[in-house]
């Protein structure tokens, strides 16, 4: 008589909530961007990833969230956007609109999700005042 083993993988995927902090930025801020991932099939998160689509150019910037712990079956990640690290610079806050977000996760079987949000950049306004004359009283 022959056994046959048949193993069943659940196809439930990770559950991720994003925050983003803060939510709207002037022109030439960061913010910082969390994830909480959840994994629903018991195997471990495998990577966290996340695409930015600036408003204007439609670029998307791409990366590798960063772990931060776990607890049980819930991890936490995060990455500051824009990001400077030495001479690398990752994603820029230069036009003003809304940034798409899209969060991807995996378990450690092959479970994938993605999950959307935004942020806003607003303009930064630079004021200046002067005279058209040097004999003006604001200059006496």
Same mark, same amino acid.
């Given at each position: 008589k022959r056994q046959v083993k048949v193993s069943l993988v659940?196809?439930?995927?990770p559950l991720i909530n994003i925050s983003i902090v803060p939510s709207e930025i002037l022109q030439n801020q960061s913010l &910082?961007?969390? $994830?909480n991932v959840t994994d629903r099939s018991g195997s471990g998160i495998?990577?966290?990833k996340i695409n930015v !689509? &600036?408003?204007?150019? *439609? %670029? /998307?910037?791409? $990366?590798n969230m960063i772990f931060i712990n776990s607890s049980g079956?819930?991890?936490r990640w995060y990455i500051d956007y824009p990001n400077? !690290? *030495?001479n690398q610079t990752w994603g820029e806050t230069l036009e003003r609109g809304v940034y %798409?977000? !899209?969060v991807y996760a995996s378990d450690n079987i092959g479970n994938e999700e993605s999950k959307n949000d935004s942020f /806003?950049?607003?303009i930064k306004l630079v004021v200046l005042a002067s005279t058209l004359s040097d004999n003006s009283r604001l200059n006496k």
């Open positions: 659940p196809y439930i995927p &910082r961007i969390f $994830a495998a990577w966290v !689509t &600036r408003p204007s150019s *439609g %670029n /998307i910037d791409s $990366a079956n819930l991890t400077k !690290t *030495g %798409n977000i !899209t /806003i950049v607003k």
